[in-house]
């Protein structure tokens, strides 16, 4: 596996015959299948209230360490998730992404942009006579861009942030409302009790990737705010953040499980559990954003609508405040190792 910044030139040797193996730890041949061998209704959930998605499986997990240091999968093993240019995106037995047609093809996958680094894994299709290739990770125009053919492909394909700022203790107003915030393990981790309330960050984002880790005990309500109007509660898009809602919160509302945006798009269901830290990651560029959880993307969503300061009656691309949400008087929920990575010509405007 290569393990290269941004804009990197990869060389991937594909057959053993006759060279030296690059960054390949495994090659073999996948047998071909024209339809995604994966459950629709977990890779593209319906968007419409009362969607439950299933829990999405077989996917390519990332270890605890992976996911610490940042790293996010741009193709998930399963489906096309997130890709543009899918016409030309086939899924072959063995989890490797790769294109119908013959030749090159480039595809390419929405990012904000940020400086990054990349981890990539390829893989042969079918029959052929060994050689080289070169897959250039390049960014342009807000995109993620690879070479792509139906002769090789790609077992796995991560990237993450090499750029990023903590956003620790000092960082962050005390709770509002009916909130309770209190800082513990030497600042690192910070509890936010009860509701409704929020923790506000001092400074306002604009395009980004934001990262963090969070813990609840039970199946508690609570979100990540962006792009918020500071000073007013939860006037925000929401990342979500609800571990195994009930029932009565899909009837009602869309982007209900734990990486959705909540009101806006229904997110792809990984399983996230209580008593565990689980990881997010939200992107956020112009009017288009997209989520992942514990690695894998679950959401990816443009807003049309007309704009408006307030991002709960419309678009807002102007820079606002993160808040941290406290749904109600049940909330109990931990965060830790809060990062953001300023995307190049973000609005980002300093403190009060």
């Known amino acids: 596996m290569l393990q290269k910044m941004f804009s990197p030139v990869i060389v991937l040797c594909i057959l053993m015959t006759g060279c030296t193996q690059i960054g390949v730890t495994e090659t073999k041949k996948v047998e071909v299948i024209e339809t995604y061998n994966v459950d629709r209704a977990a890779a593209f959930p319906e968007q419409k209230p009362g969607t439950q998605p299933p829990v999405l499986t077989g996917v390519l997990k990332l270890t605890d360490e992976e996911l610490k240091q940042g790293r996010i999968n741009l193709f998930d093993g399963v489906s096309t998730y997130g890709w543009e240019e899918k016409p030309v995106i086939l899924i072959a037995k063995g989890n490797v992404l790769f294109a119908q047609d013959d030749g090159l093809n480039v595809v390419k996958h929405w990012f904000p942009d940020i400086k990054f680094g990349s981890t990539l894994s390829g893989a ?86 934001l990262q963090l880790e969070y813990m609840t005990e039970t199946p508690v309500n609570s979100g990540v705010f962006f792009r918020c109007i500071r000073g007013e509660e939860m006037n925000g898009y929401e990342c979500q953040i609800f571990n195994n809602p009930p029932d009565d919160q899909y009837k ?92 190049k010509d973000s609005g980002k405007e300093t403190t009060e």
């Open 252 to 343: 009602k509302y869309i982007g209900t499980d734990t990486g959705g945006l909540f009101r806006r798009q229904v997110g792809r269901n990984v399983g996230t559990q209580d008593n565990v830290w689980n990881y997010v990651t939200i992107a956020a560029s112009g009017n288009r954003f997209a989520t992942w959880v514990n690695g894998i993307q679950v959401t990816d969503w443009t807003d049309k609508r007309p704009e408006d300061p307030n991002p709960r009656k419309g678009l807002r691309t102007a820079a606002g405040t993160i808040q941290l949400q406290g749904h109600d008087e049940t909330t109990v929920i931990k965060f830790r190792n809060i990062r953001i990575a300023v995307a």
């Open 124 to 209: 042969n299709i079918g029959e052929g006579n060994g050689g080289t290739f070169e897959a250039e990770v390049k960014y342009a125009g807000g995109f993620v861009t690879l070479p792509l053919s139906d002769k090789f492909g790609y077992k796995e394909f991560r990237i993450y942030p090499t750029d990023t700022r903590l956003l620790g203790k000092d960082d962050w107003k005390p709770a509002s409302g009916k909130a309770t915030s209190v800082w513990t393990n030497d600042g690192e981790v910070i509890e936010l009790r009860g509701g409704s309330g929020m923790v506000e960050s001092n400074d306002e984002f604009g395009d980004f990737v």
